[in-house]
């Protein structure tokens, strides 16, 4: 899966020694500024953290920030804030504001329909227990494309494509996103993501960041369709059950799934499974893979959208097609952290009363 993701949604927090993930640098004015103040100068620099480390790194602040309410997640991110809930709630109205346009179903490409021949993951949704054909061949995956510009084959250029936002001008990116939402069962397929910060720099001329969209996240995009669906379903909003990434070719995310493996060859459904405690599921949940879906789960924690829900495991397989590496996401409701006793009914109170 094309992946071109921009993760810097918010800034991960010191939480991850950023000392040491960040080369740092100060001059003799601003060490003297530090002196003065008594402040400890940060230590010497130490050899780069190793990619894998630095995503475990990341993936132990989502899982944290998906396990805690809002207003604790929101004291993981940098700068501080008190709550870190997502503003985008209205499908179109939204995304088409911003820019982002729905490509009509049968300018989409054929194949994206195909998830037993093209994707081979027919069998893993079969034993998952949901529907295994997208809505084009009778099953329940819609699958969708959006894109960042006008998909009109008469648009033109779409580096002369603009739209205005509160009376400010703003250039299309040609920024694509293309995915499946199954509501019914819940599932949330993710096939080929193009971030508009990506994007940008394809353009001529290249768009500088003050010219891309605020809504620019696939977990922002993703939520508005998902949200929509369950509407139209009206199905339950907390049913969402399992995330898939296919066909991954993102470079850093290959490498660190072939480190949780330990180097050995990755093998077919159900691959290998990684639970929270381990090192492997914070690893490939802080790569570009894994962290839209933490965002997705962490900015929808409102009492009427998700709630709390976090990834209580991680399976990395290879697809049927081209062994080519994916990754499973399950979605459970995190447990409270002080469950209350069950209160016995009257009838087994009556039970347990002793004999007068």
């Known amino acids: 899966m094309k992946l071109f993701f921009a993760t810097g949604l918010l800034a991960l927090a010191a939480f991850c020694d950023a000392r040491r993930i960040f080369a740092q640098s100060l001059t003799k004015d601003a060490s003297a500024v530090l002196e003065a103040r008594q402040v400890p100068a940060p230590p010497p620099l130490e050899a780069p953290i190793p990619l894998f480390e630095r995503c475990k790194?990341?993936?132990?602040?989502?899982?944290?920030?998906?396990?805690?309410?809002?207003?604790?997640?929101?004291?993981?991110?940098?700068?501080?804030?008190?709550?870190?809930?997502?503003?985008?709630?209205d499908y179109p109205t939204d995304l088409n504001k911003w820019g982002w346009q729905d490509v009509p179903v049968d300018r989409i490409r054929p194949y994206y329909f195909e998830l037993d021949y093209a994707w081979g993951i027919a069998n893993v949704l079969r034993d998952l227990g949901v529907s295994d054909k997208s809505t084009e061949d009778g099953g329940n995956n819609e699958v969708v494309t959006v894109q960042h510009?006008?998909?009109e084959r008469d648009a033109g250029s779409i580096d002369k494509q603009t739209y205005t936002v509160d009376g400010k001008e703003y250039r299309?990116?040609?920024?694509?996103?293309?995915?499946?939402?199954?509501?019914?069962?819940?599932?949330?397929?993710?096939?080929d993501r193009i971030s508009p910060r990506f994007?940008?720099?394809?353009?001529?001329?290249?768009?500088?960041?003050?010219?891309?969209?605020?809504?620019?996240?696939w977990?922002?995009?993703?939520?508005?369709?998902?949200?929509?669906?369950?509407?139209?379903?009206?199905?339950?909003l907390r049913r969402v059950k399992y995330f898939l990434s296919l066909m991954i070719t993102n470079g850093e995310s290959l490498m660190v799934i072939g480190e949780a493996l330990d180097g050995k060859p990755i093998k077919p459904w159900p691959g290998a499974t990684f639970l929270p405690d381990s090192d492997g599921?914070?690893?490939?949940?802080?790569?570009?893979?894994?962290?839209?879906?933490?965002?997705?789960?962490?900015?929808?924690?409102?009492?009427?959208?998700?709630?709390?829900?976090?990834?209580s495991q991680i399976q990395a397989f290879s697809c049927k097609v081209k062994d080519d590496f994916?990754?499973?996401?399950?979605?459970?409701?995190?447990?409270?952290?002080?469950?209350?006793?069950?209160?016995?009914?009257p009838a087994l109170q009556d039970i347990t009363k002793p004999e007068s």
């Open 57 to 89: 790194c990341k993936g132990e602040v989502m899982l944290q920030a998906m396990r805690s309410s809002d207003a604790e997640a929101a004291k993981f991110f940098d700068p501080k804030r008190t709550f870190i809930q997502s503003p985008y709630k």
């Open 281 to 311: 599921y914070k690893a490939i949940l802080g790569t570009a893979n894994g962290i839209g879906i933490g965002y997705f789960l962490i900015q929808h924690k409102d009492r009427e959208q998700l709630g709390n829900m976090y990834v």
């Open 219 to 236: 977990s922002d995009v993703g939520w508005l369709y998902y949200l929509d669906r369950v509407n139209k379903m009206r199905v339950p």
């Open 149 to 151: 510009n006008r998909p």
């Open 172 to 191: 299309a990116t040609g920024a694509s996103f293309s995915f499946s939402v199954n509501a019914i069962d819940g599932v949330i397929i993710a096939m």
């Open 326 to 345: 994916c990754l499973l996401f399950k979605i459970l409701p995190v447990e409270p952290a002080n469950p209350k006793p069950p209160v016995p009914s």
């Open 199 to 217: 994007s940008a720099k394809k353009r001529i001329p290249k768009i500088p960041d003050d010219q891309l969209p605020q809504l620019n996240q």
